[in-house]
């Protein structure tokens, strides 16, 4: 019945604005791409393009559940904190309290989803302002994982846990893998899935969403605690790549992802993004510190820049948007 | 213009007071301050009251521009790379051989440029103020790495007395900062109280487009208010700089998330159009307070993100569900 209930016009003047928002990044990154190509010996390198697909592969897992959270117009700035809990949790139930692996593992993720639920439970049941939340669940669940850091006495993780990050498939890290198998997976569920499109609705107008059926309190619920789920897995494996309880992980990761999404088309205002742009969004923004360490500028220049990209991004989106 | 009272329609002061967004904050920060003060024989110690007011102070004032910010309807993330740069910048002009009135005077106009740059971008480029502001905080703290290459950790020291005497002198048992700061607090209070710009701000706030139907220059009343939170946290640099004697990169760091979360405790919200100075000032307080508190009772400071994240789920929930039951008694929903 909700399938039917999506009105026709509104999908196309949605893919019309979303296309847009993906293609420019991608021309851009491309662009980026060749450009280093040209000038730099040692960019298009295998060993090369393989370690910043590996870097970015951690985050893309955080990124997922934010782009979906992006969509529907809601915002988790939460998530540098849950991806630094995670991984700290895991390690400390593994070091300190000698639980298996799985176990562990699953106890953490655990604990993420039910403080994504919540998280989501009270923004929908009073109506709060998800970012004001988020900035509380934030500063609870960072300090809940110095918590960890602080009672591990910076103890290294067991050997299994520190392999997680480093299982391949064929000459491959399983994280690329599952990048790549996610991020077209994703994306083809949100342009053909009803269930999926209807997060656009959500995220366009949450009225006209309620008026034809669709149950935006439950998917708003499901989607902070799955965005609290990717950014908890996504931890693990950073966590298992570090292979101690470093206070540094997922510091600023909310503003990165933030970054990345808008430059992938996303829109704070909600109805807008895709997985694909975010994915190549955090592929940019990780090629140009790449680029900056191969040319020996000031890799401190980064900030500057992004920060410049970001605004000159939003900004034409913004006048694009205006005139459409 | 008629004077819009920020809550309230029930009898009686203390009712009236309890309705007030800030009753909440001045609440836990007298309670707080009251237990300390009998609980602790050290609280009250000069070391103590010392470091006290030379955190409350530079947060404090730029918890005024954030609040200023968060009332018309927009925040700022920024304020933590300005207050780096403010400093930054005092401390450039001084090693350059300004006078040190002087190179106050440039701190500060580096906040307003700042200010100005947000101002220009949130309202007549019309960027959401977090993307804005976001991309604002990354430039700035891109300036200062780069200014600050080749020195090292200690950045820039060794300033003129009389310089130093500005983050140190005191005046009646107190800091001159301390004093700056609730001077500020009673001047912002009494402009957004009183004034016309005050009230427009809560109604720019409240409203954008019906404040702009009004005949509101909405536009130019938040550049004004982007600019007074990016003067104010170039300021309180300028200060710590001075108090400190240092102007590095770490200044600042972080400080966007503290302001935030002191104004969101005392009364104001993302969503505009509410809040108070003296909520903001005794959010502030609260929050220095209670850091002390940990550091009095030598509890691991990892519990304090904890407990701050906690009471401020409290804060916005408790105030969801107030204004939610108001609404619905009105019928809105």
Known sequence: MTDQAIPAPSTVSRKKKFNLGSLTIIVITLGLFILLTFTSDTFFTYRNIYSILYGVSFQFLAVIGFTYLMIIGEIDLSVGSV??????????????????LLPAMGLSLLACIVMGAITGFLIVRF??????????????IRGLASNFVKRMYGATYPTIMRRLSKIEIGDVFLTIVVMVVLVVALEVLLKRSSIFKRMYGVGENRLTARIYGIKSDRIIIALFALSALTAGIGGILISSRVSYADTAIG?????HLLTAAVLG???LYGGKGSMLGSCVGLIFLATILNGMVIFNIEPLLQQLIVGIILIAAVFMDTRLNKYE | ???KKTNGNGNGIIANLLKQNEAVSVGLAALLLIFLVFARPNFLDQVNIESLQTSIAPYGIMAIGMMVLLISGVFDLSVGSTMGLGGLVSAISLTQGASPLLAIMAGILSGVVIGLINGVIVEVARVNALIATIGTMYIGRGISEIVLVGRGYAGYTNFPESFNNLGRGQFLNAYYMFWILLILV?????????????RQLYYIGGNYESAENLGINARRARIIAFILSGVLAAFAGVLVTARAGI????????????VIIACIIGGGSL???????VGAFSGMVFMVLMSNAFNLYAIPPQWQNILVGFILLVVITVDGYVSLTKQKRLGKF
């Open chain 2, 271 to 277: 969503i505009g159009g509410q809040g108070s100075i």
């Open chain 2, 247 to 258: 102007a590095n990169r770490y200044t600042g760091v972080g400080a966007h998330m503290d």
């Open chain 1, 265 to 267: 088309g996303a829109s």
């Open chain 1, 83 to 100: 991806y630094a809990f995670s991984g700290m949790f895991m390690g400390y139930l593994m070091v300190m309290q000698k639980v298996p």
């Open chain 1, 127 to 140: 109506k709060l302002n998800s970012m004001m939340v988020t900035i509380a669940t934030m500063t609870l």
């Open chain 1, 251 to 255: 510091l600023g990761l909310e503003f």
């Open chain 2, 1 to 3: 213009m008629a004077i």
């Open chain 2, 186 to 198: 009673v001047v912002f209070q009494l402009v957004l109280r009183y004034t016309k710009f005050g």
